[in-house]
């Protein structure tokens, strides 16, 4: 792809938002798998999205080899490694929805056989995300790759995660504007196969959405 798309501009610009999660307990705790199942079923998807794919954020503390909260609590207080790890490798990329992670998770829960009962339960959290605008817009490729460079990462987590897989968007907005805008479909479907479930530290999931975007335009 020619570099000289770097500077075409946009009929219509890119608005830049961003998101805090504020945690709230759902009300709903689970000592064994068949209540976390319980829980599972009856959580709202922002509880489901907190669970699954906030750990993004590193201060969401989830060990690196397990990628969501159910993960980490069926190893650490069930025992149970084999459970965790399939739990942990549910896949969010696109165009799964929470719903869909709920739906293949259950699956995976209801095959367990195990009885155990732990010491320390499964507190559910949901959250209702405080959205607000950077101020920032970009008109270029060149002010995309710009700005996605420095900006906080609660805004590209907003915009490549949560609308997508909160189904309010069916693809994530970097991909879906640069398309649209620029007709670089191969740059924009390399970015929808980045699994961000797959990541426990924002600034990786950073690097690599500019590794890809660099990679398509410069080579």
Request: with cysteine; proline share 4%.
């Amino acid at each position: 792809m020619a570099s000289q798309i770097l500077d075409l501009k946009a009929k219509k610009s890119f608005e830049f938002h961003a998101a805090y999660y504020p945690p709230i307990y759902a009300g709903r705790k689970a000592y064994t798998i068949e209540e976390l199942i319980d829980g599972i079923r009856k959580v709202d998807g922002f509880s489901l999205f907190y669970h699954v794919f906030h750990p993004v954020f590193s201060s969401h503390v989830v060990p690196y080899d397990l990628h969501n909260d159910f993960a980490f609590w069926l190893r650490n207080e069930l025992h149970d490694d084999s459970l965790a790890y399939k739990v942990s490798d549910v896949e969010g990329a696109e165009p799964k929805t929470v719903e869909q992670v709920r739906d293949e998770i259950l699956k995976i829960l209801e095959s367990s056989t195990n009885k155990t009962r732990a010491q320390k339960p499964f507190h559910f959290i949901t959250c209702r995300p405080v959205v607000f605008d950077t101020g920032k817009k970009a008109n270029s490729i060149g002010e995309f790759i710009d700005i996605i460079s420095n900006i906080t990462m609660r805004s590209v987590v907003y915009h490549f995660v949560f609308r997508r897989a909160m189904g309010y968007s069916q693809r994530n907005d970097f991909s879906a504007w640069l398309d649209e805008e620029f007709h670089v479909s191969n740059l924009a479907d390399k970015l929808s196969k980045i699994d961000p479930q797959t990541y426990v530290d924002e600034e990786t999931l950073r690097q690599d959405i500019l590794l890809i975007v660099n990679k398509v335009i410069y080579q």
